[in-house]
């Protein structure tokens, strides 16, 4: 499953001092992660993301200049790596069809995978300084403008607006991850499959609101 390259564990290349510094980073973030989706980014103190990560004192300094740093980073590294995951499923050539269910699907094992930034993004995006939380925003934009135009392959009468609306809903449903499926691994996998399920039905139903027919009067 995918997760935001930030909090996945550092690959093999570079030295081994740069592979250490990569993997106290990771560590990090993922606490960072953890401590702010259990707390709030407010309630959260620099110093204690570096002790959930092993690390105190001046030693988190050599890695993020401060806390908003450390929540630019979740947010922003997430919000590329979902636009470039977008991105190569666009540039596949595939059916609309077939593009919109292969989203929901990378989507899915994001929102899975990544249950802790998923709650952060929600409750915290207002606490990212000015311009940080302006260039996030756009790639999120992008990415659900990515969407829309694949949902609109699918259903080509519907216009952007509703599309960009269709594909809101899609992502609030999958978002609901972190509220509703336990982390155990057996569940997860069971859940995956009732998600995407759900939300493939939901994308593909057409849009509008069916009106019952007047009664007919004798």
């Given amino acids: 499953m995918p997760h935001a390259p930030d909090t996945a564990a550092p690959g093999p290349t570079g030295t081994p001092r740069e592979r250490a510094k990569a993997r106290r980073r990771a560590e990090l973030l993922a606490a960072a992660a953890r401590l702010f989706a259990a707390h709030g980014y407010e309630a959260t103190r620099l110093e204690d993301i570096g002790a959930a990560a092993g690390i105190s004192g001046p030693g988190i300094y050599r890695h993020f200049a401060g806390k908003a740093a450390v929540l ?39 929102a899975l995978a990544n249950r802790d930034v998923i709650r952060v993004q929600g409750r915290d995006m207002s606490s990212l300084p000015p311009a940080d939380g302006a260039e996030i925003t756009r790639v999120q934009r992008r990415y659900i403008d990515l969407w829309g135009a694949q949902l609109r392959r699918l259903h080509p009468g519907e216009d952007h607006a509703t599309a960009r609306f269709r594909t809101q809903a899609l992502l609030g449903l999958i978002n609901s991850t972190p509220f509703s499926v336990r982390r155990s ?21 057409p849009g509008g609101t069916a009106r019952p027919e007047p009664p007919v009067v004798p």
Avoid at 185 to 205: K, N, Q, Y
């Fill in 185 to 205: 691994r057996a569940d997860r996998g069971a859940r995956r499959d009732a998600l995407i399920g759900m939300a493939w039905a939901a994308a593909r139903t």
């Fill in 72 to 110: 630019v980073e979740i947010l922003s590294s997430a919000s590329l790596f979902l636009l470039d995951g977008a991105e190569a499923v666009a540039a596949r050539g595939l059916s609309g069809a077939e593009a919109v269910h292969d989203l929901i699907a990378f989507h899915t094992d994001f």
